[in-house]
């Protein structure tokens, strides 16, 4: 129930729409189960063979229901998917708000693909949450109470078979359906991420299996995960199935037993004949309220493992957070510092203990070492992505920690081998670092990193899509486009993270060339593996391997 | 496109027995609604007359039998009807696995594997409405209006005359909004998809968002994103459902209309009065089995648009044929006579008349400026991709005839971005060749210049990696790639510019297990720095997918 309470909140469903939501939903149950009621009655009426006269008016109800009905049941299904639309927006917009501080290092311990799972298709499962959960119970309960009451009116020992038959039908069997659903629901939704993330993995990886002939190992993995989700599957089957038929019998039941008490109480009189058959159509129609109920119940339990894997992921808190009263930001020009810095991520050893390194404005300095020295933790640090565990980061002589974390990446333009490139236009990947940019200006920066005449021969130029991670270019373009977006954020510290991988020498010496020229008067850092860049530079650090 | 896609249907006949049991039980359940308005009519009708309980007593205790003969009756029709469905679902979805790990390795139709991920996983589900629902819902649809039809022709002409005139609206109107729904279910599976691929690429690449304190503005577009879905979509639904409350006010007129018209029939003593109730309790059943088709095709035209995407992914091109007995590199030359090759989206050769040869033994670098074609022509060798005309022939034999698993056999690739399966390391370097021992990838790694940072690792050899494993440099990432190539000793050995992201010691140490590798084997290497292709005993420059110029070393 908390969670519930707790995925509503996240979706923000505002009391007025909802409550016409299900005022709405409410009417067109009810119409459609007066009109059956009505016609009954009607029936019975004419059987007395009164003059026709007599009829008229439950003549012209039983018509006015006829479209009143279809009428509400349009407008209720327009007001509650909107309703979960906007919903399932909140959610989506929350939840992102939540994830968005924890990246990159408390990420990492999901599953790539498990994680998409969730954002994704979790968040859209819990669309269900009011339009086949919360939506239909609420309506089932004015309606039912409604109907209770009019054959109360009637003949109180059939309404108390009916309330037990509506309660028996509309909760008992729903929540048994539900329970023994949830046990599934929970482990299907984990067998789907699981599925997915195993899939999304061998999509990715599908050329190099083929070419090491692992394709077939890799096609039963894919399948034995696929076949736990079928197994899955087909239990839930079962239980699916138990519920609707359980519920057919109970309808089918309380309507012998209201049959049988309306037939009995017309016979010691105490029922106008005319009444037995309407009672008798009152009871079987009334379950049109509560039938949607049982499929309610299961899609609740598969939305609420959603859910849970959703609320999962917004619990999580940043390890890293803004100090409440931060210093202004510091001035260019900057200096940028690591002062005895020990890092290290989650449980592991070190990544480099007691570290130095000095950047005055305007220097230029390279950072090499052997693969795995610590060089990529180094711009963690900087970026204040990680906080050291020993020793002190600063700008301009302030430790980043009293730091707004907003200054402190405003501070460095970043090149890297891991940054992404974003499946969409050149164009908007280099607006990433200056949104307002004219095309001049990212023609410049295209330019600065000699892409502009590839660019410049593209027909559709800046609006050229690149493909996913930037797919649809070459290595060596990549590297490319994401150094001109670093040109272009304006930053004083440039963070070159190995920008020549990929492109051949002479490239990688030219590239050098005008990056070093185009940054201007702005620090450079540069983390390299290769000599080109080296002789630009005012100072060498060199990591020591771990 | 149709909800349901022949090809679809044709993978159902695998579960045929099961859809047939389904149908049956479905029509039986619907028969016993049947029997059930009988019995209420007549009890009804008996008690108006004045009959007491016990009289009726037998009519009732009929009707419990008949309420659970019903009742099992639809328990069975949904187990079966469920299952039906995965089974199909669960082929579909191996047949997509299939066509991208054995029939187009490599991602040449611009297909998102993320979204093929998420389709083929959740998206798929859909198709259960479809075989749980909609086929069952068919057989309904055909056998009950008839079935009532018939027995209210046979009390009343009349009143079946009402429902004869009603009932046409019901599949009239559900052909009109079909066709329009059909378009839209594509547009809106499309729109979801495109939806999925932008939250998947921001997830990715959150830190450098972050890095450009782009994050939080990220929100406000995922807000826009969502909010323009929910916009076009329920422009979509609006008139959906508006076909939905038409059939619904054809049925609820009908019932009506039938209510009234008998009503007054019964009052002037034309009908008798368990008659007219059977044919009231018995109206609703006239249009709900295809109120229920048309609701039915509604929630199967969304696994309809993503069956047929998954469909077109799994039959997207034939397995490859060639079954000829593969021809070693170590004996016999490679050679490209004339290729050419395009990706099928686009206008532009990759590869213009490509013309040489590599001869056994020979290391030849494929050097050259990004974007020239030199890993398409990897692509080529491996089998990739197909010619799209010219041969590529090893000694006299027609690559394209050769058995393509035996081909591979002979091969060792490492391409420009590896990828670490999620496991262990040594089960990483283990690609080359799942039998070896600890020693043997020890030595590979050794070979590949890796071995010392992996002793280094928290757990060694056996450290976790891949997607949520342990995080590891493209360094590192490009020196597992190369061990597994030294693990499987083959006699061909396509390297995708291996030295491009090591260090200086490391990439003396690569170069020299290159140096170690040529000897004795053939190695095709695309390369972007001098001194590595300098080392080779061939150079050829390409330019625009073309061999501009060779140098011998």
Redesign the interface.
């Known amino acids: 129930m908390t969670t519930i309470r707790r995925l509503v909140a996240l979706a923000g469903l505002p009391h007025g729409r909802t409550g016409l939501a299900v005022g709405l939903g409410a009417l067109a149950v009810g119409f459609?189960i007066a009109?059956?009621t009505v016609?009954?009655y009607?029936?019975?009426?004419?059987?007395e063979?009164?003059p026709?006269l007599a009829?008229t008016t439950t003549?012209v109800v039983?018509?006015f229901?006829?479209?009143a009905?279809?009428?509400a049941?349009?407008l209720e299904?327009?007001a509650s998917?909107?309703l979960a639309?906007?919903g399932?927006?909140r959610v989506?917009?929350n939840v992102?708000?939540r994830?968005?501080?924890l990246?990159?290092g408390e990420?990492?311990?999901?599953?790539?693909?498990?994680?998409?799972?969730r954002?994704?298709?979790d968040v859209?499962a819990l669309e269900g949450i009011y339009l086949r959960g919360l939506g239909p119970l609420l309506v089932a309960l004015v309606v039912s109470f409604a109907c209770v009451v009019v054959a109360g009116v009637v003949l109180p020992a059939a309404a108390l078979v009916l309330a037990v038959g509506l309660g028996i039908g509309g909760i008992a069997v729903p929540v048994l359906a539900a329970r023994m659903s949830r046990l599934v629901g929970r482990s299907q939704a984990s067998a789907?991420g699981e599925?997915?993330?195993e899939?999304?993995?061998?999509?990715?990886?599908?050329?190099?299996?083929?070419?090491?002939?692992?394709?077939d190992?890799?096609?039963a993995r894919?399948?034995a995960a696929?076949?736990e989700?079928?197994r899955l599957?087909?239990r839930?089957?079962?239980v699916?199935?138990?519920a609707?038929?359980?519920f057919?019998?109970v309808?089918?039941?309380t309507?012998?037993g209201v049959?049988?008490l309306?037939?009995?109480a017309?016979?010691t009189g105490t029922l106008d004949?005319?009444l037995?058959?309407t009672l008798?159509?009152l009871a079987?129609s009334s379950f049109d309220g509560v039938a949607p109920l049982p499929a309610a119940a299961r899609e609740l339990s598969s939305t609420l493992a959603s859910g849970r894997r959703v609320l999962e992921l917004s619990d999580r808190a940043p390890a890293i957070a803004d100090d409440p009263r931060p210093e202004p930001a510091p001035q260019p020009p900057v200096a940028v510092a690591l002062e005895g810095v020990t890092a290290r991520y989650a449980d592991?050893?070190p990544v480099f203990e007691d570290l130095d390194l000095r950047l005055e404005p305007g220097d230029r300095v390279a950072l090499?070492?052997?693969?795995?020295a610590g060089k990529?933790t180094v711009t963690s640090l900087l970026?204040r992505?990680l906080d050291p565990e020993r020793g002190r980061v600063t700008i301009g002589g302030r430790d980043v920690r009293d730091l707004r974390q907003?200054d402190v990446?405003?501070t460095?333009?970043?090149a890297g081998?891991?940054?992404?490139?974003?499946?969409?236009s050149i164009r908007e990947n280099l607006r990433?670092?200056r949104?307002g940019a004219t095309d001049e200006e990212l023609f410049d920066a295209l330019r600065r990193a000699r892409l502009r005449d590839?660019v410049g021969s593209l027909p559709d130029g800046l609006d050229t899509f690149v493909?996913?991670?930037g797919?649809?270019?070459?290595?060596?373009?990549r590297q490319r486009l994401v150094v001109a977006r670093a040109l272009l954020?304006d930053a004083p510290v440039l963070l070159l993270d190995?920008p020549t991988?990929?492109?051949?020498?002479?490239?990688?010496e030219a590239l050098m060339a005008d990056v070093f020229d185009a940054a201007g008067d702005r620090t450079i850092l540069l983390i390299t593996?290769r000599?080109e860049g080296l002789d630009l530079v005012d100072d060498v650090v060199a990591l020591p391997q771990? | 496109m149709r909800v349901l896609d022949p090809r679809l249907l044709r993978r159902a006949r695998a579960v045929r027995a099961l859809l047939i049991v389904d149908a049956a039980l479905a029509v039986v359940a619907a028969l016993l609604v049947l029997a059930?308005a009988f019995l209420?009519?007549r009890?009804?009708?008996r008690?108006?007359g004045g009959?007491?309980?016990d009289d009726?007593t037998p009519a009732?205790v009929l009707?419990?039998a008949?309420?659970?003969a019903?009742?099992?009756a639809?328990?069975?029709?949904?187990?079966a009807g469920?299952?039906a469905a995965?089974?199909v679902i669960?082929e579909l979805?191996?047949d997509v696995?299939?066509a991208?790990?054995?029939r187009r390795?490599?991602?040449l139709d611009?297909v998102?594997?993320?979204e093929?991920?998420?389709a083929?996983?959740?998206g798929v589900e859909a198709l259960e409405a479809t075989f749980a629902r909609y086929v069952p819902q068919v057989a309904l649809a055909a056998i009950v209006p008839v079935a009532v039809l018939v027995i209210v022709a046979w009390i009343d002409l009349l009143a079946a005359g009402v429902m004869l005139i009603t009932l046409p609206l019901v599949p009239v109107f559900m052909w009109l909004v079909g066709r329009y729904t059909e378009r839209r279910a594509r547009e809106r599976w499309q729109a979801?998809a495109v939806?999925?691929?932008?939250?998947?690429?921001?997830?990715?690449?959150?830190?450098?968002?972050?890095?450009?304190?782009?994050?939080?503005?990220?929100?406000e577009r995922?807000?826009e994103v969502?909010?323009e879905?929910?916009r076009t979509?329920?422009g979509t639904?609006?008139i959906a459902?508006?076909s939905?409350?038409?059939l619904?006010?054809a049925a609820?007129?009908g019932?009506?209309l039938v209510?009234?018209v008998?009503?007054?029939r019964?009052?002037?003593?034309d009908i008798g009065?368990e008659s007219?109730?059977t044919v009231?309790?018995l109206a609703?059943e006239l249009y709900l089995p295809l109120r229920n088709l048309a609701a039915q095709w509604h929630a199967s035209a969304d696994g309809g648009a993503v069956a047929e995407r998954m469909l077109d992914l799994a039959d997207a091109s034939p397995a490859e044929h060639g079954s000829a007995p593969a021809p070693s590199p170590a004996l016999e030359p490679i050679r490209f006579e004339r290729v050419s090759f395009r990706y099928p989206a686009r206008d532009v050769d990759v590869a213009r008349e490509v013309d040489f040869e590599v001869r056994p033994g020979e290391t030849v670098a494929l050097?050259g400026?990004?974007?020239g074609g030199k890993?398409t022509l990897l692509s080529l060798v491996?089998r990739?991709v197909e010619p799209s005309s010219g041969r590529i022939l090893v000694g006299d034999h027609d690559l394209a005839a050769v058995d393509q698993?035996a081909w591979?056999?002979f091969?060792a690739?490492v391409?420009?971005?590896?990828?670490l399966?999620?496991g262990a390391v040594a089960d990483n370097v283990r690609?080359?060749d799942?039998g070896a021992t600890d020693e043997a990838v020890a030595a590979a790694a050794g070979l590949a210049g890796a071995h010392e940072?992996v002793s280094?690792l928290?757990d060694g050899y056996q450290t976790v990696v891949?997607?949520?494993g342990r995080?590891?440099?493209?360094?590192?990432r490009r020196?597992i790639a190369l061990a597994?190539a030294f693990l499987?000793d083959a006699p061909l050995v396509l390297l995708d510019?291996p030295t491009?992201?090591?260090?200086?010691?490391?990439?003396a140490l690569v170069a020299e297990a290159v140096e170690r590798l040529r000897v004795g084997r053939t190695v095709v290497l695309v390369?972007?720095?001098?001194?590595l292709a300098a080392r080779a005993d061939r150079i050829l420059r390409i330019d625009g997918g073309r061999v501009v110029e060779e140098v011998v070393a």
């Open positions: 459609g009109l059956i016609a009954g009607l029936i019975s009426r004419a059987a063979h009164p026709i009829l003549i039983v018509r229901l006829a479209l009905r279809p009428l049941r349009y299904r327009l998917h909107d639309f906007r399932l927006g989506r917009a992102y708000e994830i968005e501080p990246a990159p990420l990492d311990a999901y599953r790539r693909g498990d994680l998409v799972n954002f994704v298709a859209d789907r599925l997915a993330a899939l999304a993995e061998i999509l990715r990886g599908a050329p190099e299996l083929a070419a090491f002939g692992r394709e190992d890799a096609f894919v399948a696929d076949g989700l079928c599957g087909r839930d089957a079962f699916a199935g138990l609707e038929s359980t057919v019998l309808v089918g039941l309507l012998v049959l049988a309306a037939v009995a017309h016979d004949r005319v037995v058959a008798a159509l079987v592991e050893a090499v070492g052997p693969s795995g990529t970026l992505f907003e990446r405003r460095f333009a970043l081998q891991e940054a992404h490139v974003f499946a969409s990433l670092a949104p590839w493909g996913e991670d797919s649809a270019l070459s290595g060596g373009q954020a190995e991988a990929h492109l051949d020498s002479d490239t990688a593996h000599p771990r | 059930q209420l009519a009890i009804a009708a008690s108006f009959s007491s309980l009726v009732l009707l419990v008949v309420v659970s019903r009742a099992f639809t328990w069975g029709f949904e187990v469920r299952r995965a089974d669960s979805r191996l696995v299939d991208r790990l054995r390795p490599a991602a611009g998102q594997s993320a093929v991920a998420t083929a996983v959740s979801l939806l999925a691929n932008h939250f998947h690429d921001v997830v990715r690449g959150l830190p450098t968002l972050r890095a450009f304190n782009r994050g939080p503005a990220q929100a995922i807000a969502s909010e879905y929910r979509t329920m639904l609006r459902f508006l939905g409350a038409i619904e006010l609820t007129l019932i009506a209510a009234v008998v009503g007054v019964l009052a002037e003593g009065f007219s109730l009231l309790v609703p050097v400026p990004s974007g890993t491996l990739f698993a591979r056999r091969v690739y391409p420009q971005q590896p990828t399966f999620r690609l080359g799942p940072f280094a928290p891949g997607d949520g995080a590891v440099s493209t360094g590192e020196r597994r499987r510019e491009a992201d090591l260090d200086p010691e490391s990439a390369a972007h720095r001098a001194e």
